[in-house]
């Protein structure tokens, strides 16, 4: 009887804490958002020294106590799991590890806290919380579209780096220490920033054999652009039609694709609630 008790408190904590199908857990992800934005802006306010100077211990004991309750926040959650390590290594476990750690490294390390705007990414929990259909599916379909398309974006950049290398290495032969192109890492540095069309300027060809591939180069990126454009796209048009709307998070493995209707998990087999 106590085991049963203690289960059911366990799975309406995981409802509460970890989806948004019912007001108690809507409530909860409203309450947790608005906590990381005043986190943020906190930091954000801390690092102004006018207003450090005159709210400097306000700004240290609101930080201690938001830091507090996102560590017991985090601690629930491992709780309420059926495996707590799936949970520690999955993508929000780790950042929201990382969001508690900086404060407590500031007993230790001078301005570490500043890490804790990091604790932004946790906002991405925004889509589920406001339960939003067009915009949880806009989400999965991005998601979804960018894991598919890591392969080709993979390939592309292996071509990128391979043309930035190969030009960098012609420019240092061509333009020269003289001209700025003091080493091959330089000339590569230049080649990224021109192939990326955003040229500082710091470092211009002199010679008209360079200034002729720079030219061309500079041609290649604007084509560049519209390569990753055109992978993710068609990704995208291809996952439309398989994203799932529902907050519904699997208390076993914490597999949060479900279909609408899904009572259980399509990946362990684990009941839903």
Known sequence: MENSTKNGFRKKLHEIIFE????AGKGFDIVLLIAILLSVFVVILSSEPSLSTQYGSLFYYAEWVLTILFTLEYFLRIYTVDKPFKYIFSFFGIIDFISI???YLALFLTGSHVLVIIRVLRMLRVFRVLKLARYVKAANTLTSALKNSRAKIIVFLEAVVAIVIIVGSIMYIVEGPEH?????LVSIYWAIVTITTVGY???APQTVLGQSIAALLMIVGYAIIAVPTGIITAEVNSATKKTHTNTQVCQNCLFDQHDDDALYCKRCG????
Request: overall charge negative; cysteine-free.
């Open 20 to 23: 948004a199908d019912t007001p």
């Open 101 to 103: 750690v900086p404060t």
């Open 180 to 184: 700025g192109f003091t080493s091959i």
């Open 201 to 203: 300027g710091d470092i």
């Open 270 to 273: 684990a009941k839903l609630d």
